[in-house]
């Protein structure tokens, strides 16, 4: 069985620019989530999915953050314009059962 | 809201020694608890996970956590560190009794294991 795979696992963008994350989970997972690890600090919470609707939105920093989840499988977060502050790790799970939780490798995005 | 406390952002430990990674949580509802393990350039993994069943929860590569009400803990051991130990351990709670779904993390705790 394939874990969660994200794409790209780096980026490195200048501030003003966007940039799409995506987040393949595991197939048959109605669940999906995005967190953020910023500078080393706790890993924090974004969204939910459940399929396509967004559960729970209530980790979104701010609108420049929009995430998709189109027919319910992958998912796509976009940063626009992208901030210095906006850098860090940005992690994807997805889940079958609300008690775990499979993440998938991170994507580490550097805004300079 | 909840909130997770690692005490130590760095332990260090001589392979074969006692592993304890601390963790204290704040919780008004009885919650779920995970420890999940980062080793480099890799995803984090599930090591074990509390949901209300047996208070001492056996995970994965030897593993494993005590929950505590008393002293809102969930500390995880291994008897005796090996050097593949050598990873960031991270420590999760559920937002509690009406969504399970979200989860608190600590600042994670890096773990050195010395030959």
């Known amino acids: 069985e394939a874990g969660v795979t994200q794409f790209p696992s780096h980026s490195v963008i200048e501030k003003g620019q966007t940039v799409t994350l995506r987040c393949d989970p595991i197939s048959g997972h109605d669940n999906l989530y995005w967190y953020r690890r910023v500078m080393g600090k706790e890993i924090k919470f974004l969204l939910h999915f459940v399929k396509e609707s967004k559960q729970d939105e209530s980790g979104m920093p701010n609108n420049r953050f929009l995430a998709e989840r189109t027919g319910g499988t992958y998912s796509t977060l976009k940063v626009q314009p992208a901030e210095l502050e906006d850098s860090g790790v940005y992690f994807c799970?997805?889940?079958?059962?609300?008690?775990?939780?499979?993440f998938g490798p991170g994507t580490r995005l550097t805004v300079t | 809201a909840q909130s997770v406390t690692q005490l130590g952002s760095h332990v260090s430990v001589s392979e074969g020694a006692l592993v304890l990674l601390r963790c204290n949580y704040s919780?008004?509802?009885?919650?779920?608890l995970f420890w999940y393990v980062q080793y480099p350039n890799q995803g984090l993994q599930l090591l074990l996970k509390y949901t209300s069943a047996a208070t001492l929860v056996k995970g994965i590569n030897g593993f494993e956590a005590e929950f505590k009400k008393s002293e809102t803990s969930f500390h995880l051991t291994k008897p005796s560190a090996h050097m593949s130990d050598a990873a960031e351990y991270f420590c999760a709670v559920s937002a509690g009794e009406y969504n399970f779904n979200k989860f608190y993390f600590g600042s994670g705790t890096k773990l050195n294991v010395k030959p």
């Open positions: 799970a997805s889940s079958h059962y609300v008690d775990e939780q499979y």
């Open positions: 919780s008004s509802v009885p919650p779920y």
